[in-house]
């Protein structure tokens, strides 16, 4: 989870908790998208969110999405220039090669690179490394199947579950720069706040069940209600919450903080529930609501759309044969 969650974040919500009266949507079985699929090693069969929302909506073809595919594929020796609001690759670099150069021919290579696609001057370029060593996807599909029963044990949707492992930790367990840890990614007052043990002798947050039960706790007591609020506060209402744009909201919440994402919507105050929303809040910064936090959205749908891929899930092009043109009568 972001370093955004910080202990702050924990105190404001124990002293002012989520409306008690908030209603949850009961309008769908958060089974409903769980399906059966094999593992990619034991050839098992476990369970499997797998929702057509993400394709219906053309998120397969969005720029921002597919740039970080290509990351998630792409060596960690390895990196792309691009351009930070579509994520336009401008060129591919080595790494070391780059290192390597002094500041003014770095300089001078990016306004070559400005002046090839015809760039303003002040035009940002960003160099973005490879991260396939960090998405791999095949150990992190060995725990969706936990994770999935564990949060509907608990009465929460597990696409939630299964987004999650996808991008938080799916290499291995680890500590980010925060302090977040664990497959959930949780931070330690954060755990606590649901009843995880955190102390010099104990981490509870290594604990796959006992971190899946705060972090769907996290979402069903907090994340969830105070993502809700945020669009009554809007006028935003008549949506279902497992539609695609409700649930990555949710994740930003989960990440960033509901505060920070209430404060990032109130700057270009959005009127409907759809994905406009979230393609908008890519291309909006606060002070608490920047770059870690516009990719988060664009980090989910990439991870879900290589995972469906690697399942064999991901629907087949189709194939348009045109009809030959009759000969032209002579």
Partial sequence: MSFFVSFIFALKTIISPPDSNVVFDS???????????????????????????IYQLGCDTMPNVKFWRTIMNLHKDSALFNTPHDR??????????????????????????????????????????????????????????????DFIANGVDPWYAQAILMIESPNKLQKSNAGA?????????VARLFGLKVNKHIDERSDFDRSAYAASCLIK?????????ILDSLGITNYKENELWFRLLVMHSYHAGAGNVKRALNTFKPTEGNMDL??????????????????????VLAAILEVN???GLAPKPLIVIEKPKDKELR
Avoid at 125 to 142: Q, V
Avoid at 181 to 189: C, E, H, N
């Fill in 221 to 229: 007591k907090i994340c969830i209600p105070k993502t809700k609020q």
């Fill in 309 to 311: 891929e690697k399942f």
């Fill in 181 to 189: 840890y664990g497959s959930f990614q949780l931070m330690k007052d």
């Fill in 278 to 299: 979230i393609y908008t809040l890519w291309r909006t910064e606060t002070k608490q609501f920047k770059s870690a936090s516009q990719n988060y959205s664009q980090l």
């Fill in 27 to 53: 309008s769908f079985d958060i089974r409903q998208d769980v399906i059966s699929v094999s593992n990619f090693k034991t050839k098992e069969k476990m369970d499997f969110v797998y929702n057509t929302q």
């Fill in 88 to 149: 336009n690759i401008l060129s591919k670099a080595h790494i070391r090669s780059w290192e390597g150069l002094d500041v003014s021919k770095k300089s001078c290579f990016k306004d070559s690179l400005r002046n090839w696609y015809c760039l303003s001057d002040s035009a940002r370029i960003l160099l973005t490394n490879g991260k396939s060593f960090f998405y791999d996807f095949e150990k992190a599909s060995a725990n969706f199947n936990r994770g999935i029963n």
